[in-house]
């Protein structure tokens, strides 16, 4: 064991300066270095693969399995194993072809959505789909399908089936809500400075427990967090939009970073001390977002720290700018009823695109007429359509349904914990988030990989995979 | 050369993530994941160790050795050999104790300090000290002694006979210097807001070229500069200390980090691309600190500067407060007169450590000693005496030397180009510094580790090391 637990140490240590390189790259880095720092990055993720498929490992897995161990090392090692018969089917050959066509489609992308031209980046959407599809087939030992073996990077154990399911059903129960919405008046939406979200943003990460302890909140282009060690979370956001985004981005940030941070710590240096999956980290990034920063009874509380930061607003207005529901074209700025939606649209079309059942040439109409059938738009170009997210350009599929599975997950969980411990009406008006945290800590965040994305909701929830929560936490958006 | 090229490619971006994961230990991240990034630290160190000390580079260099290369491929071929040579006549045992015993050396060194109490400390220096000899003993392969085989680490070529005749002249010859000086009235000190100070520093590093494109310029507890790429330099400084401390401390951050700056570029991801030696490291820094910052004429760019900042005060006063003699206890805080006598008690205390002339018990009373020698001072206490420099605790002898080279090198410089490029006085006093980063570019930056550093400032002075140009520089300092 001893070997093998060295070597996942050495393995999470590279990791976590893999995501200091990134988050610097992002935050801190003058940007003429950008060329060098993808050397440096490409240098370490080459160490990575190599000390994570070493055939030693093997070896190691195969005396081990044959061992009474803890349940701890049990589960160690069952990761392990997966891990490291995963990363052994991608020859190097491949990760590296994969590597380079990335790096290129994302640059191809900025230059054609900065254009509207859709036609420059289709080759290099055709050649991720064809090397995805070959990845695809190296990790899709059992025949299960192409895009369940993508998923799988994401979402381990998660089916394509469920999600088809899922989706589904979400398109549908969701048409009606969106239909209610559009005959709804338009809510005026706060116009806030700066520098007055920044001080809002900064009192409301104190009330949440952030400390200069073990946190850190900076400012880039896109928000995100980064966590090089248990006790080092790192969160951003943005302040530029005028509005009260960075309120809700800084608390979806914080679900993001809380996750990582309660952890047991017994599974610091482990293949066990990180977030399970893209699914369970995005519900509770979505879970600090919807339910708490959209609950109404926190409204006070923003309300509370918009004023004291300078801009006076009552709780019920804040509320209501917070859940207005209106269809719109871009993703990353819709509403929490519509969201899902845009999620269902990209993963109906990227398992067409890896199936072969949609060509490269015909996704922005396919774009327009799903855009149409779920969100009742009409799209005006592929800026505002097919070219908006960066994800197909980097080769991301299978990642999109998370986002959509976390809003799920998610309203799952806050009735799970309601029942639990009770309606969080009170305390939420007093801005006391306390057992919130405590009771995530205890039913999700503490097992880290221990439990996969189904395993660990069910332990949760005592149900599985659903939609009705959700539907009961949008509904009332429509007829706001 | 394909092979060993990628390798020192590899290498050198290992390297780079190091520098990276230092400076965030010490600027950005938060304190609480201190003994995580000491593992992430050892890791990497580890993976560096293995890989710069692997047997094929052997059979690589055999081969390289006969062939007929380039002039840069015959100086990478031969750095390369060197480093790997040293690298691998020390044990990996030795390598791993030496490295636990400096960082519990650092921790005791800290609570003896705090507490002023040298017998606290006393253990751990005997310990590092009898690694330090048993290192040195694994690279004085031809018998040339051991401290010499600690020197080579910082600056290979240097001589033990060389430094111990430049640094007992420097000794005899700034003596009456000091008492000079110690019979002039006391030079009162501005004093200056920590935000008038970031003010002037900001538009003081504006006016030498410091853009975002490839500079940062942050705070930290010790001013120090770092590199993570030819087009990343990172300086700190800090601004608590209520004097004009920050624009020296950052005039000399930027002359280490402009040396990085203006390697040649074909250096870039080789063994050869960063600076040579501590001791030109040190002259870049002290060149910059010395020569520019303490100018007379510049005396006036800085006092616009603060000026603008909202600190009046003249350019002659600034000067003479700049250029102040007082000898002082404290190393750091020395004016650039005395500064030198500081680091000959330090050179001449740890050659007697190591050569065993010196027991560790009677190291307080030989610094008394020595202070009182050189400075005309008496030490109150350890804390102000022996205790005061992290250096020996981290086992770090043989550096020292390097500060007060630094000073001599940079006095060299600086004549040398005035004898070539005309006396500055003029374009400093209009800020104009672009023919010195030029002539420095040119005759010493561009070489990396091209030249050695005696080498070096034959090339660049046409003379050897001396102490002429820098008594020249200082002797006017005693008699304002």
Redesign the interface.
């Known amino acids: 064991m001893g070997k093998l637990r060295a070597r996942l140490?050495?393995l999470a240590?590279?990791q976590?300066?893999q995501m200091?390189?990134g988050w610097?790259q992002l935050v801190?880095?003058?940007?003429?270095?950008a060329s060098?720092?993808a050397?440096?990055m490409?240098?370490?993720a080459?160490?990575v693969h190599d000390h994570a498929t070493s055939p030693e490992i093997g070896e190691w897995l195969a005396e081990l399995e044959d061992l009474e161990t803890s349940e701890l090392e049990r589960d160690i090692v069952r990761l392990a194993r997966r891990d490291w018969e995963r990363a052994r089917r991608v020859p190097t050959d491949l990760a590296a072809e994969l590597s380079k066509a990335h790096s290129d489609g994302q640059e191809r992308w900025q230059a054609a959505r900065a254009a509207d031209d859709y036609g420059a980046f289709a080759p290099a959407l055709e050649r991720n789909i064809e090397l995805a599809r070959a990845y695809g087939r190296c990790l899709d030992e059992e025949g299960r399908g192409i895009y369940q073996s993508l998923i799988d990077d994401f979402d381990f154990g998660l089916r394509t089936e469920q999600l088809r399911r899922l989706f589904g059903e979400l398109g549908q129960r969701l048409a009606p809500l969106v239909e209610e919405a559009r005959e709804r008046s338009v809510v005026a939406k706060p116009a806030v400075s700066a520098d007055v979200q920044r001080r809002a943003v900064e009192s409301l990460m104190r009330r949440v427990g952030v400390d200069?302890?073990?946190?850190?909140l900076d400012v880039s282009t896109h928000p995100f967090s980064a966590s090089?060690?248990?006790?080092?979370?790192r969160m951003t956001t943005r302040y530029d939009d005028g509005g009260v985004e960075s309120l809700l981005s800084s608390l979806h940030e914080f679900g993001h970073a809380l996750y990582e941070r309660q952890i047991d710590p017994q599974l610091?240096?482990t293949n066990l001390g990180t977030g399970t999956s893209m699914s369970i980290h995005e519900s509770q990034s979505k879970l600090w977002e919807n339910h708490v920063a959209r609950h109404p009874a926190f409204a006070r509380v923003l309300a509370e720290d918009l004023g004291a930061a300078g801009y006076e607003i009552t709780a019920p207005e804040l509320h209501a700018a917070l859940v207005a529901v209106e269809p719109s074209l871009i993703r990353v700025s819709a509403d929490p009823l519509t969201y899902p939606l845009h999620i269902v649209l990209r993963f109906e079309l990227e398992l067409a695109l890896i199936d072969g059942d949609l060509g490269v040439a015909d996704l922005p109409a396919a774009w327009h007429d799903g855009v149409r059938r779920l969100l009742g738009l009409e799209v005006p170009s592929d800026a505002l359509g097919c070219l908006q997210d960066v994800h197909w350009s980097e080769g991301a599929f299978g990642y999109f349904p998370s986002y959509a599975m976390g809003c799920l997950i998610a309203a799952s969980l806050w009735e799970a914990m309601e029942r639990e411990i009770g309606p969080r009406d009170e305390q939420l008006a007093r801005g006391e988030v306390e057992p919130v945290k405590a009771w995530l800590g205890q039913n999700v965040h503490r097992y880290g990989r221990r439990l996969d994305t189904v395993g660990l909701v069910e332990r949760a929830t005592g149900a599985g995979l659903e939609v009705e929560s959700f539907l009961r936490y949008v509904s009332p958006f429509a007829a706001v």
């Open positions: 140490a050495e240590d590279l976590a300066l200091l390189a610097d801190m880095m003058p940007p003429a270095a060098e720092r050397h440096q490409g240098t370490i080459r160490i200069s302890e073990s946190w850190r090089t060690a248990r006790l080092d979370q610091d240096r």
